[in-house]
C-alpha cells in the first residue's frame, strides 16, 4: 500500500505490505527514490512486514530547507514507524540510506532490530569526496542537474553488468530527472557533515550486516576489506557479482542475506528480547 505521511515536519512517501511479524525497513541511496525497491521488496515480503519511503528531498517526498542532515533523516525515519505503530525494524540502508541508518542508529538504538549497510560505509567523506560534492552541489546550482543522470546510473553497476543491466540503467536516469534540484543539494549538503560511525558500531549493541560488491566502484574491494576487518562485531556477504547495486545485480543473493540476517533477530513481546 502506497500513501502519504507527515513526518518529522515533512510530507512522505511510503508503502507498507502490512503484514509479517518481524519488518524490514529499506531506505534508499542518492538520486533515488522508493520505486528502486519495488521488485526486490517482493523477495522479501512473503516472510516480513516491509517498509519503505522516499527519503525527504528525493522521490516525490518534501525538500526541508537548504539542508538534509542526516539527523534530520533518521527522525523522519522514526517518524515512519511512529505512525504506522512499529516498535523495532531491521533497517537496511543502501549508499546513502545507509547513512541514514547509521545515524538512526546513533539516535534511537532502542528502534532497531537490526543494521545493514548495503554497499554503504561507516566512515566519512575523505577531501576527495568532499570535493566532488561541491563539485555536484555547483553542477546543480548552475541548472545542470540532468547530466547527473547518464553518469550516475552507469557508475553504480559492474561494468561487465552493464548490458544486461540496460532496462536499469535507463531507469536510474529516470530517477536523477525526478528529484527536485533543491532535494539534491540538501542532500548532498547533510552528507558532507555526517559523522565518523566507525566507533558507534563497534559499541553498539545492535546486529550488525555489511553486504559488499566485489566490483564496487564507489567502495573499492580495498577498502571495504579493512572496513571489514575494522568491524570484526559485524557479519558480512560479499556479493561477487555485483559493483554498488547489489539489490539489481545480484537480487536473489543479496534478499536471501537479509532474510537469513532479520530472521535471526529476537522478537520483542512486552518489550523483552525473546529468542
Known sequence: MEKF???????????????????????????ESLDVWEDFAGLLSKDFRIVTMDLPGHGISQVMG?????????????????ELEIDKATIVGHSMGGYVALQTLRLHPERMEGLVLLSSTPNPDSPEKLADRDR????????????????????????????????????????VLVVEPEGVVALLRGMKEREDSNELLRNSSVPQLFILGRKDGYIPVEKAEAMV???????????????????????????????????????????????
Open 5 to 31: 505521511i507527515i513526518s518529522n515536519g515533512c510530507a512522505l512517501r511510503i508503502t507498507d505490505t502490512r503484514k509479517g511479524e518481524k519488518t524490514i525497513m529499506l531506505l534508499h541511496g542518492y538520486l
Open 66 to 82: 537548504p539542508i538534509h542532515t542526516m539527523s534530520f533523516l533518521a527522525d523522519a525515519v522514526v517518524g515512519v514507524l511512529d
Open 136 to 175: 555536484e552541489i555547483a553542477l546543480v546550482e548552475k541548472g545542470h542537474k540532468d547530466l547527473l543522470a547518464p553518469t550516475a546510473a552507469k557508475a553504480g553497476f559492474a561494468p561487465d553488468n552493464l548490458r544486461r543491466m540496460a532496462d536499469e540503467v535507463a531507469f536510474l536516469e529516470e530517477q
Open 229 to 275: 576487518a575494522n568491524h570484526p562485531q559485524a557479519k558480512v556477504v560479499w556479493l561477487e557479482n555485483s559493483g554498488h547495486l547489489g539489490y539489481f545485480e545480484e537480487p536473489e543473493a543479496t534478499a536471501a542475506a537479509i532474510r537469513e540476517f532479520a530472521e535471526q533477530a529476537p522478537i520483542r513481546e512486552g518489550g523483552v528480547d525473546v529468542c
